[in-house]
């Protein structure tokens, strides 16, 4: 089985600091992918990333970088210099290579104040 | 390239009525998976089909629910007599092949009366 824990259910910063979003996973499986979606007031689901389990390189979009630990399970993301447009809930799932269905955590709501 | 189309975005139905949810996938994908958000909470996967197929129905309820993907045409995700614990935004995801990056539509807010 596998499952996503997002233990940070709201997170609440002022403009300009760094915010890290943490994610942890469970899984039985040696190949498989990690992805972080953002969901504004809006609704929608918007892509971030997708890192898969052979890949452990940390990645940098921007203001936004991912931090990928096999050994503890983790799937870290970070907003460097937080803006209010940053706000939203910000969801990291899971996904075997053969399997196609994601498995979501229960999502982070972070909300930057001006 | 369009992105994936659901609608209605919105839906209000009566308790017992049925629900249609359509979802178009972007060009050139031809797997399609459903998930559904309660209020609150993350989303949970229903089902993941091709067309003409249903590869993967673990997350649909055994009742009232079903879902097709035609040769032609958008998928349909039908619940019948709806209650309402079935108020809901069901999201539509698609990729091009199994292992690929899902993307997914707007979604279809659902209000059960």
């Known amino acids: 089985a596998q499952k996503v824990t997002q233990a940070q259910t709201e997170i609440s910063v002022v403009e300009k600091e760094d915010v890290t979003l943490d994610c942890v996973y469970e899984t039985r499986d040696t190949t498989y992918y990690l992805f972080w979606y953002k969901q504004p007031p809006s609704g929608e689901l918007v892509f971030l990333i997708r890192?898969?389990?052979?890949?452990?390189q940390n990645e940098i979009s921007g203001r936004y970088s991912w931090n990928f630990q096999k050994s503890t399970s983790s799937f870290n993301f970070t907003i460097t210099a937080s803006q209010v447009v940053d706000s939203a809930v910000y969801f990291c799932?899971?996904?075997?290579?053969?399997?196609?269905?994601?498995?979501f955590g229960d999502g982070t709501t972070l909300t930057v104040k001006p | 390239n369009a992105g994936v189309m659901q609608n209605p975005r919105h839906l209000v139905r009566r308790r017992g009525q049925e629900a249609r949810l359509r979802c178009s996938p972007m060009k050139g994908h031809s797997h399609v998976y459903w998930y559904r958000q309660l209020p609150e909470e993350g989303l949970k996967f229903m089902v993941y089909l091709q067309k003409e197929n249903i590869i993967d129905e673990s997350g649909m309820p055994k009742e009232r629910f079903s879902a097709e993907f035609p040769k032609e045409g958008p998928s349909i995700l039908r619940i019948q007599q709806v209650v309402r614990g079935d108020s809901a935004a069901y999201f539509c995801a698609s990729s091009p092949k199994q292992t690929d990056t899902q993307y997914f539509g707007p979604g279809t807010r659902l209000t059960v009366l």
């Open positions: 799932a899971l996904s075997y290579t053969n399997a196609g269905k994601s498995t």
């Open positions: 890192r898969n389990s052979f890949d452990e």
